[in-house]
C-alpha cells in the first residue's frame, strides 16, 4: 500500500506539471494542506520534502512554498559540441548546453578582480602555486526570461592576462574573453571537462534560487593553450541538477571493435 504522504505528492507533482500551480506561484500553506487532505502536518511535510528533492519546489521563509521556475526548462541536454554564439554581434563561444542563437542574460553584476586561488584542485589544473593571485571572472547566467542557469567562476593563468590586459572589461558576447584569447597567440584552445555531482553550499543555493537539499553538477573546464600546448583557463560550471542531463557518445575500446573470433554469436 502506497504511503499517504506519496500519494499527496504525486497529486501535487501532477498539478505543478499540469500548471495549475504556476512557476513563481505559491502551493497552499501547511494549515490548508493539511485540511485538504485530512492528514497531520508531518505527511504534509513529508510529501513536500520529495517535491522540494526533486527541485519542484522550494520552501521559503517569510513567502511560503514556491513553485520553482526550473520546471520550465528541466534536463537541456547537455552535449559536446562549442559553438560561435551568432545572438551579438561581438565574436565569442557559446559552450554547451546553451544553442548559438541563445540570449543568455546576467543575474547578478559580472565581476573581474585579482584574487588568491587557494583551491587545491583549480590551482593543479591550471599549473599554478595554490594561493596565486590570478585572474577571477565570476558570473551568474541564464536565458533570458527564466531563472539563474549557472554560476560560472574562470581562472585565467597570468601569462593570458599579461597578453589581454583587458581581460577584466565585458562585452555583450558570451565567451568573448576566450575568442581575445586565440587572437593574441592561443589558437586553438582545447577543452576538457570533468564532471562531478555535488550538494550546494548555502552561497551557491541562493545565487541559483533552489533548494539547499538539492544536488547540482559541477563542470571544470579545462582551457589548453593552442599555441603552447599549457593550460590558459579553468572555470567552474555549478548548475541545478533538475536543469541539466549531460549526453555523450560512446567509444569501442580496440578489443571491443569486432566480436571475438570463437564467439558463438558470429557463428
Known amino acids: 500500500m502506497t504511503a499517504r504522504y506519496r500519494e499527496i505528492a504525486a497529486e501535487l507533482r501532477e498539478k505543478i506539471e499540469s500548471g495549475h500551480y504556476p512557476p513563481g506561484g505559491n502551493l497552499p500553506g501547511y494549515g490548508e494542506l493539511t485540511s485538504a487532505y485530512g492528514v497531520g502536518r508531518g ?9 522540494e528533492a526533486d527541485g519542484l519546489i522550494q520552501v521559503v521563509k517569510k513567502r511560503g512554498i514556491i513553485v ?7 534536463r537541456t541536454p547537455r552535449g559536446t559540441l562549442v559553438k560561435r554564439n551568432v545572438a551579438t554581434s561581438s565574436p565569442g563561444y557559446t559552450f554547451p548546453p546553451a544553442s548559438g542563437q541563445e540570449v543568455w542574460k546576467h543575474h547578478i553584476k559580472p565581476q573581474a578582480s585579482f584574487e588568491p586561488l587557494n583551491d587545491p584542485r583549480i590551482a593543479g589544473l591550471l599549473g599554478v602555486p595554490v594561493g596565486s593571485r590570478l585572474m577571477r571572472r565570476f558570473r551568474v547566467t541564464g536565458p533570458v526570461s527564466e531563472p539563474p542557469f549557472q554560476i560560472n567562476i574562470s581562472w585565467i593563468h597570468p601569462r593570458g592576462v599579461e597578453d589581454i ?10 565567451g568573448d574573453w576566450l575568442y581575445r584569447l586565440e587572437r593574441a597567440g592561443h589558437w586553438p584552445i582545447s577543452w576538457t571537462e570533468i564532471h562531478r555531482a555535488r550538494m550546494p553550499t548555502a552561497e551557491e543555493a ?12 559541477e563542470i571544470v573546464r579545462v582551457g589548453t593553450s593552442g599555441g603552447d600546448g599549457k593550460p590558459i ?19 569501442r575500446d580496440e578489443p571491443a571493435q569486432a566480436p571475438w573470433p570463437d564467439d558463438e554469436t558470429n557463428e
Not at 505527511?43 to 517535491?51: E, F, G, I, P
Not at 520553482?68 to 528541466?74: N, S, V
Not at 590586459?165 to 558570451?174: I, L, N, R
Request: proline fraction near 9%; aromatic fraction near 2%.
Open 43 to 51: 505527511v504534509v511535510r513529508s510529501a513536500l520534502s520529495l517535491l
Open 68 to 74: 520553482r521556475h526550473g520546471t520550465m526548462r528541466l
Open 165 to 174: 590586459p583587458e581581460m577584466a572589461s565585458q562585452t555583450p558576447a558570451p
Open 206 to 217: 541562493a545565487l541559483l534560487q533552489i533548494p539547499s537539499i538539492l544536488p547540482v553538477l
Open 233 to 251: 583557463e579553468v572555470t567552474e560550471y555549478i548548475v541545478a541538477s533538475d536543469r541539466v542531463e549531460t549526453v555523450h557518445v560512446l567509444h
